[in-house]
């Protein structure tokens, strides 16, 4: 074989293998239902339930907060999140969680929430609160 056709292999494999590593690190979106049958992080998108309690007490452990959440399709489940509770959390309309399922809890290690807008009627704000990996 060429030297060129050699190194030309070798790119090909190494693109393959780059690929293929980014494919399996990337997590995906689904339900509470699919967070339970994955091992694995999980996007899930849903909505703050405020019928539910929500429990912060930043006296006893600042680093516990906890609420349910409803996904898009409809399935209630318990968050837990290993950090302080985000600023106006009650006022976001969409929530979109980065976790996985231990037992019947769903527990985020990552919570992006869509807000709508302090000062403009029509825009919309995102805001991002992550755990620390030492948390978890």
């Given at each position: ?23 399996g ?102 805001t ?9």
């Open positions: 074989m060429k030297k060129s056709s050699i190194i030309g292999l070798l790119v090909i494999a190494i693109a393959i293998a780059i690929i293929i590593g980014f494919y690190s990337s997590s995906t979106y689904g339900s509470f239902a699919d967070a339970k049958a994955t091992n694995g992080e999980l996007h899930v998108i849903g909505f703050l339930d405020k019928q539910k309690e929500m429990y912060y007490d930043a006296k006893k452990d600042a680093n516990y907060f906890s609420f349910y959440m409803k996904d898009k399709k409809g399935e209630e489940c318990k968050v837990v999140f290993p950090s302080t509770k985000p600023q106006d959390f009650e006022r976001a309309e969409q929530i979109v969680l980065v976790g996985e399922m231990r037992g019947n809890e769903f527990h985020a290690s990552n919570i992006q929430m869509k807000c709508p807008s302090k000062y403009t009627p029509n825009k919309v704000e995102f991002e609160a992550s755990a620390k990996k030492a948390d978890l």
